[in-house]
């Protein structure tokens, strides 16, 4: 899948030259440049403050031209970097079951999954149908890969926003009592004022992220139809 503007990538630190770090972009032959201005806000002392040789990265594709990739360190959300690393060490979690199992072969094994797909979605979706890694790996290989896989616990990730509900109305804190009645999928809770927190869980952090954005757009649906001020938080 060829790299675009505005993709988030895991990069690894390869060398610093004067003010311009390069990196080596993770699945890529690619590699990219940050210049000093990209690395953080304010003023820099020293790079290697925020970037050390080696060490593994989130940045955000400014620009694509030709075999140039200009990336970004301090345009990187908090969220999209826990994103990406919770990709890249699920990925990891699979890989190392398929070489416990696969041994020497797992590597091709890795190769030939990955050029259509994650190694993590090929295997969540092969406990539902495992007719594609038995013909990968066999029988045997495939009904040991999946006993691993359904005993291990997931860990979840967890999404959360503030939110705010304000209204003039007599019966306002009625009107807000019963909106929030109303979400069943996600916990609420009390800040201040006017003010609250929402948060969804799920094994799939970008299932629990389009989870909370579809509970968020019916709060805010649901609170106009009411009369009721909504707002989000946005970080």
Known sequence: MALEEGDIVLCTV?????TTV?????????????????????????????VIPK???VCKILRVQGKNIELSLRRVTSKEKKQVIDEYQQERSCASILRSVLGDKADNAIKEICKADKLSEFLEQSKENEKELEKLVGHENAKKILGILRTEKKKKAV????FG???AKSNGLILIKELLEKIKDAEIKYLAAGKYS?????????KADQKLQEIIRELEKQAKHLGVEFSVKER
Do not use: Q
Request: aromatic content about 4%; glycine content about 8%; charged content about 40%.
């Open 14 to 18: 390869d060398r610093i030259v004067g």
């Open 22 to 50: 390069f990196v080596k972009i993770e699945g890529e032959d690619s590699e990219g440049s940050i210049i000093t201005a990209e690395i953080a806000p304010g003023r820099i002392r020293n790079l290697r403050d925020y």
């Open 55 to 57: 060490k593994k990265i």
């Open 159 to 162: 999404v959360k926003k503030e």
């Open 165 to 167: 509900l304000r209204t």
């Open 198 to 206: 929402i948060s969804t869980e799920s094994t799939d952090l970008k």
